[in-house]
């Protein structure tokens, strides 16, 4: 099992930056794919960021690509998301999760282990 937990939100204007860390406890870190979520107020929770246990390949969403990265540091057990150029509509609730398989699924339900989720808020 592996206990993930983020860090990094906060409030920002509009074309700033942020980087979400999620810290995850266990040494089977590296077994996981990793992926970031976020869901706004009174939206479902959608798919943003993916990677493999390996780090070799990474998928996004078409709202996020070329704004957001997301990379991973094995030794550290951390996952980030370096988030760029926001606009308001990437206010949410971002949450990390860890996919057992490895695959780096964009599917919510792939997922095993979830953190508690940071808030995002980007102002206009």
């Known amino acids: 099992q592996v206990q993930l937990v983020e860090s990094g939100g906060g409030l920002v204007q509009a074309g700033g930056s942020l980087r979400l860390s999620c810290a995850a406890s266990?040494?089977?870190?590296?077994?996981?794919?990793l992926g970031w979520f976020r869901q706004a107020p009174g939206k479902e929770r959608e798919f943003v960021a993916a990677i493999t246990r390996t780090g070799s390949s990474t998928d996004y969403a078409d709202s996020v690509k070329g704004r957001f990265t997301i990379s991973r540091d094995n030794a550290k057990n951390t996952v980030f998301l370096q988030m760029n150029s926001l606009k308001p509509e990437d206010t949410a609730v971002y949450y990390c999760a860890a996919d057992n398989y490895g695959l780096g699924s964009p599917i919510e339900r792939d997922y095993d282990y979830w953190g508690q989720g940071t808030q995002v808020t980007v102002s206009s």
């Open positions: 266990g040494r089977t870190f590296s077994r996981y794919a």
